[in-house]
Structure formats: C-alpha cells, structure tokens
C-alpha cells in the first residue's frame, strides 16, 4: 500500500514551512514541500534534514498549468490519493507595485482564493 501523503504549497519559508516542519513531526506518511523555486525548496529540505527531518521536495508552481499537471501525474503515479493537503501558496503585491489595481486584486484573487 503507498505511503499516505501530505502537501503544503508555497513552503520553502515562513508559515508553509513551519507547517512542513509539525507535519514531518506528527504524520505517519510522506510530506511534501513544494515551492516555485527548486533551489530554495531544495534549501529548505535541507534545512529540515539538519533538523532529523525528512521531508521530500517537489517543483510545484499553482500559476502554472504545465506545473500542476506534472505534479498531478506524479501524485497519481505515486499515490493512492492525498490525505493531507495546505494550500500555502499566496501572493501579495508590494506598496510599490506599477500594475492597476484592478489587475492586483484579480491576479491576488486568482492565486490566493482559486
């Protein structure tokens, strides 16, 4: 029987990866820190291994449908389903940020709530 499998988006930092860190002490079963970037998830990872933790790492970008369609396929390639999901992954745009607000609310919509 596959291993039972938890994910947290957007984890390579700040709450996402305190989550990572309390799932790798409490759960029975694999944990995924996913982040955009692989080198800071990668960072992150080993920062946890330093810990005795053994979280797994995988490239997940929520914007990018060529992302979430591999790593869908590797979940049902891998997995029997998700038993954990937390859905971390957030963008916010800064005070200085050039793009009308309409286009900020609806891309922080988009990626925050949907």
């Given at each position: 029987m596959p291993a039972k499998l938890a994910i947290v988006t957007g984890s390579n930092k700040g709450i996402g990866y305190a989550v990572?860190?309390?799932l790798c002490?409490?759960?029975d079963g694999d944990v995924y820190l996913t982040a955009r970037d692989t080198e800071r998830g990668r960072m992150a990872v080993e920062s946890l291994n330093r810990l005795g933790l053994k979280p797994k790492?995988?490239?997940?970008?929520?914007t990018?449908?060529?992302s979430l369609a591999e790593f869908k396929g590797f979940v049902r390639d891998n997995y029997a389903g998700i038993d954990v999901l937390v859905n971390n992954a957030a963008i916010a745009f800064k005070m200085d940020a050039t793009e009308p607000?309409?286009?900020q609310?609806?891309?922080?919509?988009?990626?925050?709530?949907?």
């Open positions: 990572v860190k309390a002490e409490k759960f790492f995988h490239q997940l970008d929520i990018d449908d060529g607000f309409a286009v609310a609806d891309e922080t919509m988009r990626v925050n709530y949907f």
